[in-house]
């Protein structure tokens, strides 16, 4: 890390300001290079912002008027000796100032290399570089609030812990092993079983928390289907909390499918309203009925519409054979014009999902679909305050083989394997978590973390 490097900090465009961030053992000389202080504390001092002109002496140009400040490692982002300069928000006096720091010894920083420099010198640990990328992307309080508990290191801590007690484990083989015949408390098959069992249930938990957390992170798809003129885009608009489809009374009027992101009590919502499906020849149609069934199938969770005043029809039953296998929902809509079958009936077309009951054309209903999705995605379990969450893919595959390789060592246990085979599965265990805070991981996966950074972070 000999390199000082150096990015425009902010996002592109015209802003109040806009920030270029320097870092590494430059840094100081760089900013005292292209800065000149001025006013009435025209002196750089350390963590003191400063008021003054970038100028580019070797053209004689001001470039802009700026506020700077000058770091000194090891207490800064980087751990490095950091510049930041507060431009007005121009890009070009921010391309300028940039161009000027490159040309005075900085190299243009990699995307996520402020970060990924953190990480390096050991100011967080990889979970917590992550959670960075997270909270620049959350789009939702809730997936916000996760990844500042992760950057805070409620995940890392966790992790810690399972490993120190692996690490107990490790060391009772090792000493079992090595010392067999000494004055040493005897480590029985009965004890060591006890023992990972309740590392393997710290894991469980943990990964409890992984399908809530994905989808809090990367939201859920969720598909309205239904025959022609049962309320399909009415719910949609309900939803949405704005009109957004057409709704009219004749059947038909959705012709291709309509998608819309939203936030339903904080979860991120893909919502596609499709085209009623039924049988047609108008080609417009079929070709929007086609995509409805393309949306199906995309789904992760089905709004299946009926409507609860007229008969069941032979549509609702063609549509209905395909919800048996995927996760859904049924409404019986119009409730205001009364209702002609039960529950018992659409089940039985539908398979057993849960129902509500709406009248959408008055908003009946809307807030419990929205309990029942909420509820969906927490699992009715988990504390919807508990923001620790694990909900990164990478955390996830690793606490999976985790689990893999001590479900490996309780098998070695019950057969009464030798020691050696079952230490080898407990190390795995003790890496594979290692990966997840980035103690023991390859170059490249440090590498492939960091390139979903942006630049300047
Ligand atoms: N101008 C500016 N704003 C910013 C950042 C930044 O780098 N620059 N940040 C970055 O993206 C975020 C803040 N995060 C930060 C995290 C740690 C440190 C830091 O210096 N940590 C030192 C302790 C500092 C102290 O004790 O005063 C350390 O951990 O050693 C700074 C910023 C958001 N706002
Ligand atoms: N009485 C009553 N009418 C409703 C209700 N929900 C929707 N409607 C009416 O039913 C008609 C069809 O509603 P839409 O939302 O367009 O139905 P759709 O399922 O999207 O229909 P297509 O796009 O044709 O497949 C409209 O006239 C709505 O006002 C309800 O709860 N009660
Ligand atoms: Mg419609």
Redesign the pocket.
């Known amino acids: 890390m000999e390199d000082t490097i150096a990015a425009v900090a902010t996002a592109y465009g015209e802003g109040g300001i806009g920030i270029i961030r320097i870092s590494g053992n430059k840094a100081f000389d760089i900013l005292k290079d292209i800065f000149e202080p001025g006013g009435e504390f025209a002196e750089i001092v350390s963590r003191r912002m400063t008021y003054g002109k970038i100028v580019d002496k070797d053209n004689n140009e001001i470039i802009d008027e700026v506020l700077a400040v000058y770091m000194k490692g090891p207490k800064t982002y980087t751990a490095e000796d950091v510049a930041e300069i507060n431009c007005h928000g121009s890009i070009v006096a921010l391309r300028k100032t940039l161009g000027l720091a490159l040309r005075k010894g900085a190299r243009m920083a990699e995307p996520g290399e402020f970060t990924k420099r953190a990480f390096l010198n050991g100011r967080l640990d990889l979970s917590q570089a992550e959670a960075v990328i997270d909270i620049v992307k959350a789009k939702t309080d809730k997936s916000f609030d996760v990844a500042i508990s992760q950057l805070e290191g409620g995940l890392s801590l966790k992790i810690m812990e399972i490993r120190q007690k692996l690490l107990d484990v490790l060391v009772d083989i090792t000493v079992n092993i090595d010392y067999p015949d000494e004055d040493i408390e005897e480590l029985t098959y009965e004890k060591l079983e006890e023992n990972i069992l309740l590392i393997g249930e710290m894991i469980e938990k943990l990964l409890s928390t992984a399908s809530t957390g994905r989808m809090i992170r990367e939201g859920i798809r969720i598909a309205i289907v239904?025959k022609?003129?049962?309320?399909?885009?009415?719910l949609m608009n309900s939803l949405l909390k704005e009109i957004r489809a057409i709704?009219?009374?004749i059947?038909?009027?959705?012709r291709d499918t309509i998608e819309e992101t939203l936030s339903i009590r904080n979860i991120p919502v893909y919502l596609v309203d499709t085209?009623?499906i039924r049988d047609t020849s108008d080609k417009v149609e079929l070709l929007g009925i086609e995509k409805s069934k393309e949306a199906f199938n995309n789904a992760d969770f089905i709004i299946f519409?009926t409507d609860g005043s007229r008969p069941i029809s032979s549509e609702d039953k063609e549509i209905g054979k395909y919800l048996k296998e995927k996760k859904s929902l049924i409404l019986i809509?119009?409730s205001?014009?009364g209702r002609v079958f039960d529950d018992d009936e659409i089940r039985e077309i539908a398979g057993n999902h849960d129902i509500i009951e709406?009248?959408?054309?008055n908003g009946k209903g809307i807030e419990d679909i929205e309990e029942f999705i909420e509820n969906m995605v927490y699992g009715g379990h988990l504390s919807q305050k508990d923001s620790m969450m694990v909900n990164n893919v990478r955390h996830i595959e690793l606490l999976r083989k985790s689990r893999g390789s001590l479900e490996d060592a309780l098998k070695m246990i019950a057969s009464k394997e030798a020691l050696d085979f079952i230490e080898i599965d407990v190390k795995n265990t003790y890496e594979y978590l290692g990966e997840i805070i980035g103690e023991t991981v390859s170059d490249d996966i440090i590498d492939e973390v960091f390139a979903r950074f942006c630049l300047g972070k």
């Open positions: 239904g022609p003129n049962v309320g399909k885009s009415s709704v009219t009374e059947p038909g009027t959705t085209a009623g519409i809509n119009k205001d014009l709406t009248s959408l054309l």
